[in-house]
């Protein structure tokens, strides 16, 4: 005879089989359930996933900046600017859309800072490591604009030592709509010319020359001259004048 523990009427049966059915159900539900609450993907714009680029010279070959200076440069400064941008960006795409002005344009700034920091930096590193002779189109470029090479020199280096004290950038930008030169005073990662293009970029934050030169600016700016490579620079020109857009006649 059997015990109640093994008795099993029929509707308890149909009951077991009847939710065991919907087992296979429930898990599926769940799943899309969690799949739905994945968060998105995010935009191209705030992916944060730039990744610092390798020193395009030996640091230990150029005379004048040293490589401790140049790999603390890179290391600190700018990988710095890189992993800073990465987090912003991730912030940005975390922002909801409650969010108020204030924490978009916090952001945004922010963002700008870091972007400019970073690809600065990139044309910096790049237009170093050469002997320091301008004769290529740059050269005929800057002669044209200012004059003579000289001249033009001097317009840089002054702007330069017009930032002394560790606050900017100098940039020789290409105006595409007139086909001219400018030396442009740049502060906080913030200034350049609409449209232009940098052809020629000189970090003057105290972080590119104290190691080396402590307050002596000068001492740095004619260590950086004695080390571009204006090979870069010319390539830098070439590029943008072909893709300048022909003038429309009148």
């Given at each position: 005879m059997a015990t109640d523990r093994t008795l099993v009427t029929r509707r308890t049966a149909l009951g077991v089989l009847g939710a065991a059915a919907t087992l296979p159900l429930a898990a599926a539900g769940g799943a899309a359930l969690a799949e739905t609450s994945q968060p998105a993907e995010r935009p191209r714009s705030y992916r944060g996933d730039h990744a610092p680029k390798p020193l395009p010279f030996d640091p230990k070959q150029l005379p004048g900046l040293s490589e401790r200076l140049l790999v603390s440069h890179h290391e600190n400064n700018y990988t710095g600017a890189v992993k800073r941008l990465n987090a912003i960006e991730a912030q940005l795409a975390g922002l909801p859309r409650e969010a108020a002005p204030f924490q978009m344009g916090s952001l945004k700034r922010e963002a700008l800072i870091a972007a400019n920091s970073m690809r600065l930096h990139e044309l910096y590193f790049a237009n170093l490591g050469g002997g320091g002779v301008a004769e290529g189109p740059f050269a005929a470029l800057a002669g044209a604009q200012f004059g003579s090479v000289e001249a033009?020199?001097?317009?840089?280096?002054?702007?330069?030592?017009?930032?002394?004290?560790?606050?900017?950038?100098?940039?020789?930008?290409?105006?595409?709509?007139?086909?001219?030169?400018?030396?442009?005073?740049?502060?906080?990662?913030?200034?350049?010319?609409?449209?232009?293009?940098?052809?020629?970029?000189?970090d003057m934050y105290e972080h590119s020359y104290q190691l080396d030169y402590g307050a002596n600016a000068k001492g740095y700016v004619d260590a950086f001259f004695a080390n571009l490579r204006f090979a870069e620079v010319d390539r830098r020109l070439g590029a943008a004048a072909r893709d300048r857009e022909p003038e429309e006649k009148p």
């Open positions: 033009w020199e001097h317009d840089f280096r002054l702007t330069g030592l017009a930032l002394a004290g560790g606050s900017g950038w100098v940039i020789a930008s290409y105006d595409p709509e007139r086909g001219a030169l400018h030396n442009v005073w740049a502060w906080d990662h913030m200034h350049g010319l609409a449209g232009g293009v940098p052809l020629l970029v000189m």
